[in-house]
């Protein structure tokens, strides 16, 4: 069975500096992965996924990952963090069955960002 | 042109009681799902239908029985609700049922069991 491990359950960060979640994953077969985010008070948004091609994935709001599969990991970045990137994130990976599949999720990164 | 939606946001209720949410999605999915998060923000699925059939059932109490009478709406009802039901429930959405689209979310419905 897959399972994902967000190194990580809090992440303070101040405005304009780097934005850097760790994500590791153990998966039998080739895994999809997937970074979500929750705002507070509201449902998960999809920023970006990883399925096949391409290792670095550019997601929504600036934000990349890039799936390193010598490492089993999919670390989220972004480049300069925004007031407004303060929310919880959570990896993801999916784990198939014969004919349907659904998600493992992280226990969840907070992210705080700081004047 | 809200997505996902549920009702209600927030449900406050005794313990023993029969509640339930309602979720509809407008997005034309085949997929339905439900997941729970708790109080430490862990979310966990514990439904899924396609096409108005249970495809993921995970060990969730009996008491929990989710009804989908069209592929637009899944509904969860709860028997005999316990103080560990207390969480955020969220119906979610997708075009396939292999769990690699994108899944779109309802807001959540806040359950608090007195």
């Known amino acids: 069975a897959q399972s994902v491990t967000q190194l990580g359950s809090h992440v303070s960060v101040s405005e304009g500096a780097l934005v850097l979640l760790r994500c590791n994953y153990s998966s039998s077969v080739p895994p999809y992965l997937f970074w979500y985010v929750q705002y507070p008070n509201q449902g998960l948004q999809l920023l970006l996924k990883y399925t096949t091609g391409a290792t670095l994935v550019k997601g929504i709001n600036g934000f990349e990952a890039e799936f390193k599969k010598s490492e089993t990991s999919f670390h989220l970045t972004k480049p300069s963090a925004h007031m407004s990137d303060a929310a919880e994130y959570f990896c993801?990976?999916?784990?198939?069955?014969?004919?349907?599949?659904?998600?493992?999720f992280g226990a969840g990164t907070q992210v705080v960002v700081t004047p | 042109d809200t997505a996902v939606s549920q009702t209600p946001k927030y449900l406050v209720t005794q313990m023993g009681n029969d509640k339930s949410i309602k979720c509809e999605q407008n997005l034309g999915h085949d997929t339905m799902y439900w997941y729970k998060q708790d109080s430490k923000k862990f979310l966990k699925i514990m439904f899924s239908y396609n096409n108005k059939e249970l495809i993921i059932n995970e060990t969730v109490p009996n008491r929990f029985s989710p009804k989908s009478p069209d592929k637009a709406h899944l509904n969860l009802h709860i028997n005999s609700l316990e103080l560990g039901d207390s969480a955020v429930y969220f119906c979610?959405?997708?075009?396939?049922?292999?769990?690699?689209?994108?899944?779109?979310f309802g807001p959540g419905t806040r359950l608090t069991v007195l």
């Open positions: 993801a990976v999916s784990e198939f069955s014969d004919s349907w599949g659904k998600l493992q």
């Open positions: 979610a959405s997708s075009q396939g049922e292999l769990g690699i689209d994108e899944q779109f």
